[in-house]
């Protein structure tokens, strides 16, 4: 009979065969946790982790009609943002004319506006930065966009791309009377609504657009307070719909734009 030492002891080749056996029986029901990848023999499976869903199934992102609404409206939001951003781009680049760049900001400003006029959206919308954070976007050209709610071309005429069909005039000697007479026209308005105390966002906010840009359309000189406008647009813009000046403020206001009024009107001397 064929034997071999181990140590001390001396084993036959029946008993090397039984604990061998033995071993690997052992290794195959243990149930401690191996330090190496489990093997089939070794894997039990666990009906508790069973998927609980069908996998055919179509998974809807609302329960309601409401719901499935708000997200489409912050889809748009977010194509919005995006495209605007491309635009402002472009409008660099000199890759877009003024008058085309205009009508396409001015356009995506007030789906914008008009898309977070509903208050559900607003409420999962919360506020610009916190939606950015939301969706990893940065955008930092749609951002100052959107805070200021004008074109670039508005703003800032004396930097725009002026070709021969469409003419800003210079010190208000290329404009027509119809022009200056609605700026005219608008600049009265405005300081008419303040005497009457209409101070809320929504009340003032488009009267004061109207300012910039029919001014825009007379001269594009830097008179006297033309930054007053621009920088009043932009507190406005801040501010919620149905919020209201203060007292102090629309004193403020209405000093600014007396003076932004006679700085327009010296540059049609």
């Not at 009906?47 to 069908?54: C, D, E």
């Not at 300081?191 to 825009?216: F, G, R």
């Not at 403020?249 to 007396?258: K, Q």
Request: glycine letters at 4%.
């Amino acid at each position: 009979m064929r034997r071999q030492q181990y140590g001390n002891n001396i084993l036959s080749g029946n008993e090397i065969e039984n604990r061998t056996n033995k071993f690997i029986e052992d290794m195959l029901t243990s149930p401690r946790q191996l330090a190496y990848a489990p093997t089939p023999h070794s894997y039990v499976p666990n009906p508790t982790l069973s998927a609980k869903i069908n996998l055919d199934e179509e998974v809807e992102l609302s329960n309601s009609a409401v719901e499935r609404e708000v997200y489409d409206s912050l889809a748009e939001i977010y194509s919005i943002i995006i495209t605007l951003d491309g635009l402002e781009k472009a409008y660099i680049k000199d890759s877009i004319l003024e008058v085309e760049y205009t009508e396409i900001c001015s356009r995506l400003l007030k789906q914008y506006k008009s898309t977070l006029s509903d208050d559900n959206v607003m409420r999962e919308f919360v506020d610009l930065d916190t939606f950015k954070a939301e969706w990893n976007i940065e955008c930092p050209r749609a951002t100052e966009r959107i805070r200021v709610n004008l074109p670039a071309t508005v703003v800032d005429p004396s930097t725009a791309h002026v070709n021969s069909s469409n003419q800003v005039a210079q010190s208000g000697s290329g404009a027509s009377g119809s022009q200056i007479l609605l700026a005219t026209e608008n600049f009265i308005t405005f300081l008419d609504a303040l005497k009457l105390n209409m101070l809320s966002k929504d009340s003032l906010h488009p009267l004061l657009s109207e300012v910039i840009q029919s001014v825009n359309q007379v001269t594009n000189a830097d008179f006297e307070n033309r930054s007053k406008i621009i920088s009043w647009l932009i507190r406005l813009n801040g501010m919620r719909a149905t919020e209201e000046l203060e007292e102090d403020e629309a004193r403020e206001l209405a000093f600014d734009m007396d003076g932004a009024y006679a700085g327009f009107k010296a540059t049609l001397r």
